[in-house]
């Protein structure tokens, strides 16, 4: 398509809140065009082999200072606010490689019992409730920030706090004096307990991390801090939206449930198609520019910025056959819902057993599980959040 003298705005509406922006499909046909965003322009790329493309391609930055990142949200602004989520080079992949530490297959299949425990608990607290229930509220939101709490060391008399601030932290639309107070609030919190583990180190993520690379030199108080406030900000919203997004899907296919059922073992598939499905970090996936590129014909001129549709790749016909159906027997391996690259998402395999675990606990504890009103109006995040998602999914059994 070629570069039109008034680019459209971005974000796109959707039609559908079972599917992508339906432009995205037709912007798919061309190479990467201009769109409008928060008083700029920058370059939208929608296609598979285009995003991954950008992805590993170093004359693309994540460097968040650096002029023309299109950023619509900015809280906070400081540099390295973010940790190594916003940087490139030896510095992020030095951080990468720290922070990956916490994430490994083995750290992960050590965290099973405790994720198996706050799911118990969670259920019990579901079914001893009324009906129907929230499950947005009682148990895709609670399980990630418990079990984040639970990670990082936070002792049980201050869970509650610390649950309910990263909830203010991560509210779409929130208020942005209210979203920072909060944030600094964390950073507050965060910084005493870290100071305190490095004092006195225990048997969990922050203890860790100080004694393995604060404790040496390699990594300072400050950069602990920052890192462990973006597993709390990228991992918390991301997985509780997952988890109820797959909730509705399943609940929405019935045939395909009953055989999850049958096959707890198809778990995983389902897991990966709904990641494909949802696409949920839908906009926050971006990059500026920082030598002139030529994508399929679109001339990127060093200092533009550019947006990874995930979404759209993750819907590109190319790779994925009817890719508006949700089919847990595809193959959906190849989509970047987890992003691509030197970014890629080192909360993945946790994120994935969670999200698998949640899903087959609640499908076997309530065999009977419905949505309630028929699923008639299942109320969608605002759907330009960072992170797509429900505000609420009421089910009955
Ligand atoms: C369904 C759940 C999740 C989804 C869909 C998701 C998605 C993503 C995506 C797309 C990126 C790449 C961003 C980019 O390239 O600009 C990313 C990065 C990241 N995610 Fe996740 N994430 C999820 C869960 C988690 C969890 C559970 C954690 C940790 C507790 C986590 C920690 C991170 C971190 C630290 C990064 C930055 C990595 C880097 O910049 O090198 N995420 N995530």
């Not at 598979?48 to 930055?61: K, Y």
């Not at 994925?320 to 890629?344: E, S, W």
Request: charged share 25%; with cysteine.
């Amino acid at each position: 398509m070629p570069d039109s003298p008034t680019p459209p705005a971005w974000p796109m509406p959707r039609t559908c809140p079972y599917s992508p922006p339906d432009q995205y499909a037709e912007l798919r046909q061309g190479p990467p065009v201009k769109v409008r965003v928060g008083g700029g322009e920058a370059w939208l790329v929608t296609r598979h082999d285009h995003v991954r493309a950008v992805l590993t391609d170093d004359r693309f930055s994540s460097d968040d200072q650096l002029p023309g990142f299109p950023l619509r949200v900015r809280v906070p602004p400081e540099p390295r606010a973010m940790s190594l989520f916003r940087m490139d080079g030896p510095e992020h992949s030095r951080l990468r490689r720290m922070a990956q530490t916490e994430f490994t297959a083995r750290r992960t299949r050590a965290l099973r019992p405790a994720v198996d425990a706050l799911v118990a608990r969670l259920l019990d607290g579901i079914a001893a409730g009324p009906r129907p229930v929230d499950i947005v509220q009682e148990y895709a939101l609670a399980l990630p920030a418990l079990l984040i709490a639970r990670l990082f060391g936070v002792p049980d008399e201050d869970q509650g706090e610390f649950t309910a601030r990263s909830q203010v932290i991560l509210t779409p639309d929130g208020d942005p004096q209210e979203v920072y107070a909060a944030f600094t609030a964390m950073t507050a919190y965060l910084d005493r307990l870290a100071t305190e583990r490095e004092r006195d180190p225990r048997d969990d993520l922050l203890s860790r991390l100080a004694t393995q690379y604060v404790a040496t030199g390699e990594l300072t108080h400050e950069d602990l801090v920052a890192m462990v406030r973006l597993f709390l900000v990228a991992g918390h919203e991301t997985t509780a939206n997952q988890i109820a997004l797959s909730v509705l899907s399943l609940l929405r296919a019935p045939d395909q449930l009953a055989e999850l059922k049958e096959r707890p073992e198809l778990y995983p598939r389902a897991v990966e198609e709904s990641l494909r499905y949802w696409s949920i970090a839908q906009d926050n996936q971006v990059r500026v520019a920082v030598g002139d590129v030529e994508l399929d014909g679109a001339a990127i001129a060093k200092g533009d910025g550019v947006i990874l549709a995930l979404p759209g790749a993750n819907h590109d016909e190319r790779v994925f056959t009817d890719p508006g159906r949700f089919d847990i027997h595809r193959n959906a391996g190849r989509h970047v819902a987890f992003g691509y690259g030197a970014h890629l998402c080192p909360g993945a395999p946790l994120a994935r057993m969670e999200i698998a675990v949640a899903l087959r606990e609640l499908f076997a504890r309530f065999p009977s599980l419905r949505l309630a009103d028929d699923g008639a109006d299942v109320p969608f995040r605002n759907q330009h959040t960072v992170v797509y998602g429900l505000d609420a999914l009421y089910v009955t059994w």
